[in-house]
């Protein structure tokens, strides 16, 4: 999860799947992203989607996609070391909720022990 205009430098890349250019602001994000494009279930990509309304303020998930057989997941791109830091807990479970109550249950963390090798 990212404040929504967050200014540093990214990544930018364009992937068959994704709507539009894809900002990646990690490596954690560009290493999930080729795992995203490599899936064949995954049948579209959106890069820091926007929270509407979100309780904690302007932030994005990191990943929301189609999948094949119509179903969204979500996914948030978390370092490790990260995890145990309040705020951290506080905006995942937010993010979790707010997907949640769109009907979203397929939400996942990924940090970057999962993708070192992708």
């Given at each position: 999860?990212?404040?929504?205009?967050?200014?540093?430098?990214?990544?930018?890349?364009?992937?068959?799947?994704?709507?539009?250019?894809?900002?990646?602001?990690?490596?954690?994000?560009?290493?999930?992203?080729?795992?995203l494009q490599a899936d064949k279930d995954i049948k579209e990509i959106r890069c820091n989607y926007a929270l509407d309304n979100f309780e904690l303020g302007d932030y994005t998930s990191d990943f929301v996609c189609l999948k094949a057989d119509g179903s969204y997941l979500v996914r948030e791109c978390v370092d490790r070391r990260h995890l145990t830091k309040p705020l951290t807990i506080r905006l995942l479970e937010a993010s979790r909720l707010y997907w949640l109550h769109k009907g979203i249950s397929d939400w996942g963390i990924v940090v970057n022990s999962e993708v070192a090798n992708g």
């Open positions: 999860m990212l404040k929504a205009k967050i200014k540093q430098r990214c990544e930018k890349r364009s992937l068959s799947k994704a709507v539009g250019v894809c900002r990646l602001f990690s490596s954690i994000q560009s290493r999930y992203a080729n795992k």
